[in-house]
């Protein structure tokens, strides 16, 4: 039994423009010690599938499909229940982290809370274990700092508490959502080293949300690539780097330049784009959602839902026009 299942999850939202999809159609399975990476850009439904994975969607949304921990539907969860969970079986580090902490709360008070409720900790136990938490995420002298206010932290720091309430019930799923956004490369890379030793030593399950492909790449065994709110392509991430399918995947690997062109590129070389920009959700056609960015448009595109293609039996890609795109020479994607 997978440890985090979700099928056919889907999440409507209701505007005064109507009905829109933010997330289309979008199963994984997670085991533990799995890890999964979300990549596509912005507007392509990551963070919302983040957040109805932690039951924190937008009061505007309703959530269908199934969504399993360790068997358990969690999907229609009254709000008690999901509180139970969050913090304590499934937690999440979010992107920006001066909204998501409390401003008129203390840092300790706030990573300690999760202990208290969870695991029934005393209040000076809990405070101990937040300057522990507070240490391990590079905060210096955390038991001086631990009775400050957000704001009196920078942008950096602000990231890495955030990081620690999350982890600090040592959660089984952790969702982290473009968590090393605001840190430098050095802390980047202790911050993913904690993660994956986490991952390592209690089996936690990693969903990791980011922009940055080197560090989607280095972190994560899968990978779902999305677009429009609905998954374009998905399989192990050394083979979707190595060999990638969908004309959206090609575009996002080929417009990140590798260490030879960054080394030898001219002020005046352009890196190759993939055309137009995401649509909004109601402007999405109810085919393939990459259908009039992408250079093998068809009619049917617009109008029928892309078929899965297997390439092999655990990576995929989703495209009407597989046989023209997989033996084209080049399939950057480009305005039709």
Known sequence: ???????????????HRGSATAVRD???????GDTLGLIGESGCGKSMTALALMGLQP?????QGSLRLDGQELLGLPDRDWRRLRGNRI?????EPMTALNPVHRVGAQIAEPLRLHRGLSAQAARQRAIELMARVGIPEPARRIDS?????????????MIAMALACEPDVLIADEPTTALDVTVQQQILALIRELVAERGMALVLISHDLGLIAQNVRRMLVMYGGAVV??????????????????????ARPNLAQRLHAHRSDRLPTIAGSVPDLFGLPPGCPFAGRCAYTEPACL???APPVALTASHRFWCR???TVLHAPESIAGGA
Do not use: C, K, W
């Open 1 to 15: 039994m997978a440890l985090l299942q979700a099928e056919h999850l889907r999440v409507s939202l209701r505007t």
């Open 26 to 32: 979008v199963s994984f399975a997670l085991e533990r």
């Open 59 to 63: 009061d505007n949304a309703t959530v």
């Open 91 to 95: 937690a999440m580090i979010f992107q």
């Open 149 to 161: 206010f957000p704001h009196q932290f920078s942008g950096g720091q602000r990231q890495r508490i």
């Open 233 to 254: 392509e998905s399989g192990p991430a050394a083979e979707l780097f190595r060999q990638p399918a969908h004309p959206y995947t090609r575009g996002l690997l080929a």
């Open 303 to 305: 109008t029928d839902p």
């Open 321 to 323: 026009r597989a046989d």
